[in-house]
């Protein structure tokens, strides 16, 4: 994670202010940088950001107008924030959390990678002994897009039980893709829980115990 300043900085020199609507998309269904830009923004407490349902792919088929032009940068004011303001996990706190059966760890990657059946990306297969696979994939329907705010809601309700929202801790392989549950959970209306930044990647390098189900 960026320092706030670090990431205020940047956030101005691409012409966003506090003030701004923020619109994000990406290539892959709004669900990989999109929605890790939505977090951070949403970290910070800025008021006007949302996510382009389905990403590049949903704005071409419906037939908005594409460019390979680079958009002239608007100048504006410095934006300004000082901490963080939505929660996060560190190592140490999902070590001791994730067998408490008054919290919940939960990983979004595909099954196949949080069964141990292959790593294609780090150098561990395996999952946080404790966590439970909920893959961020089910969050959307055959065309890329968002399930309904009341499907998605009613899952969440049946995998979160009676747990509440600050013992929820989500994650991912490198704190991407978490975001995109995040995103569910916030538009299914529900509290938006802890992210593990540090996911599957800096757990599987630290000498933590895995779990395997294959």
């Not at 003030?19 to 890790?36: E, G, L, Q």
């Not at 830009?37 to 594409?66: F, I, P, T, Y």
């Not at 309904?148 to 995998?159: F, M, T």
Request: with cysteine.
């Amino acid at each position: 994670m960026p320092t706030p300043q670090q990431f205020a900085e940047t956030l101005t020199s691409i012409g966003i202010s506090n003030n701004s609507h923020v619109i994000i998309y990406d290539s892959k269904n709004s669900s990989n940088a999109a929605a890790r830009l939505w977090w951070m923004l949403k970290a910070m407490g800025h008021k006007k950001v949302q996510v382009l349902n389905g990403g590049l792919a949903a704005a071409d088929r419906a037939g908005m107008s594409m460019t390979n032009e680079m958009s002239p940068v608007k100048k504006t004011e410095a934006y300004t924030f000082t901490n963080w303001q939505l929660p996060l996990a560190q190592l140490s706190e999902v070590e001791k959390k994730a067998m408490d059966k008054n919290y919940l760890v939960i990983d979004v990657r595909d099954a196949y990678r949080y069964n141990g059946e292959s790593e294609p990306i780090d150098l561990i297969a395996g999952h946080i002994p404790g966590a439970v696979n909920i893959p961020f994939t089910t969050n959307l329907d055959e065309h890329g897009l968002f399930l309904s705010p009341e499907i998605l809601r009613k899952k969440y309700e049946q995998e979160l039980h009676t747990i509440p929202a600050e013992n929820i801790i989500v994650h991912c392989g490198s704190g991407v893709t978490a975001c995109h549950s995040l995103l569910a959970m916030a538009y299914a209306g529900l509290p938006i829980p802890a992210l593990y930044v540090g996911s599957w990647s800096e757990w599987s390098r630290n000498n933590k115990p895995i779990a395997c189900n294959s």
